[in-house]
């Protein structure tokens, strides 16, 4: 089992950059992927951003075509932690953002709320 914890939501400008943080119960190594994915009101959970984890290279990383170039994934292996840097937000990429993990199973975090808005 992984559980999952986010952080680092909240409101900012369009232009604007946030950094979310995901911190995981058991070691990243062992994980295959981990990733973030976003629901904005009235639309479908889709997928953000996702990395490769395990143990050994390489480490791939995927991205939504909206993101490319914006965000960024990345991972701490030391704390059991992967982020998302978020810069030049736009009002579209309003959303809760889920923080997800795959090992045999999926896991997912609570959400955290990210707002653009001037």
């Known amino acids: 089992q992984v559980l999952l914890v986010e952080s680092g939501g909240g409101l900012v400008q369009p232009g604007g950059s946030l950094r979310l943080s995901c911190a995981a119960s058991?070691?990243?190594?062992?994980?295959?992927?981990m990733g973030w994915y976003r629901q904005a009101p009235g639309k479908e959970r889709e997928l953000v951003a996702t990395?490769?984890?395990?143990?050994?290279?390489?480490?791939?990383?995927n991205y939504a075509d909206p993101v490319k170039g914006r965000f960024t994934i990345s991972k701490n292996n030391a704390n059991n932690q992967v982020y998302l840097q978020m810069d030049s937000l736009k009002p579209e990429d309003t959303a809760i953002y889920y923080c997800?993990?795959?090992?045999?199973?999926?896991?997912w975090g609570q959400g955290t709320q990210v707002t653009v808005s001037a």
């Open positions: 058991r070691n990243i190594l062992t994980v295959n992927t």
């Open positions: 997800y993990a795959r090992t045999i199973n999926q896991y």
């Open positions: 990395l490769s984890t395990r143990r050994g290279p390489p480490n791939y990383a």
